[in-house]
């Protein structure tokens, strides 16, 4: 059996939704089994989002990500999660195929991420990610909003890995050939939440999130059977 792994930070629900789209797709491939696990939030006052609590909505920008609600929903969010189990390095060893998942934060991935993969810095000196097919997905504010920088990025620490990068070609993903505004790029998939969050994954981001989960399912099946790096 084939196992994909579903690896994920979610802080307002878009990432937790998109990372259900790609289970499915993942799970469409026979011989492949799936599993979806959650990068856990710091716990201490340091959150970006909780700090933005008492800031003054009316001042700058604010009117227009409405603070005091993305607290709501993060909050909200955070209890919604609290059944995925928590990742561990011993599920990136055991899995055959990795997909990442995380918002964009400043065009790059936030820093309870980088934590994450910090951790797993070990891995560059025992090459237990070594050859393993792997993939992103991530969400912005807008079309705008980085979501590609924070895909190219993010693939550094996965090359440092040695893992194999799989992306979102043209020919099968029509649904980003638009002058609409909708997420995803060669580089994988993202969705679009708004500036305050208020936007859900619309159905041509899913779309390409399913066939992302089965395009690396495809692949890591095909490299449990082939070996290639053996």
């Avoid at 003054?56 to 209890?79: A, I, S």
């Avoid at 980088?114 to 891995?123: M, R, T, Y």
């Avoid at 980085?146 to 440092?160: N, Q, Y």
Wanted: a negative charge; aromatic letters at 8%.
């Amino acid at each position: 059996m084939t196992t994909v792994l579903v690896v994920y930070y979610s802080a307002f629900g878009h990432i937790a939704t998109v990372s259900e789209a790609i289970a499915d797709g993942a799970e469409k491939i026979e011989g492949v089994a799936v599993k979806r696990v959650r990068i856990p939030e710091f716990n201490d006052a340091s959150i970006r989002v909780v700090n933005q609590r008492n800031q003054n909505e009316e001042k700058g920008l604010g009117q227009h990500f409405k603070l005091t609600k993305r607290v709501e929903d993060y909050e909200r969010v955070q209890q919604e999660q609290v059944n995925i189990p928590v990742a561990t390095m011993d599920d990136l060893r055991e899995a055959d195929g990795i997909i990442w998942g995380f918002p964009t934060y400043l065009g790059s991935m936030p820093a309870q991420v980088k934590s994450f993969l910090d951790q797993a810095g070990q891995f560059c000196t025992t090459g237990e990610l070594e050859g393993k097919p792997t993939a992103l997905f991530t969400s912005a504010g807008s079309i705008h909003g980085g979501h590609e920088a924070t895909i190219l990025t993010s693939l550094v620490p996965l090359l440092h890995l040695g893992m194999i990068f799989i992306g979102l070609p043209y020919t099968q993903n029509p649904e980003y050939l638009t002058d609409k505004a909708v997420g995803c790029s060669p580089y994988g998939v993202s969705t679009l939440a708004g500036p305050d969050g208020s936007r859900t994954p619309c159905q041509d981001e899913l779309r390409m999130a399913g066939r992302l989960g089965e395009r690396v399912a495809r692949v890591a099946k095909a490299f449990t059977v082939a070996k290639p790096f053996e």
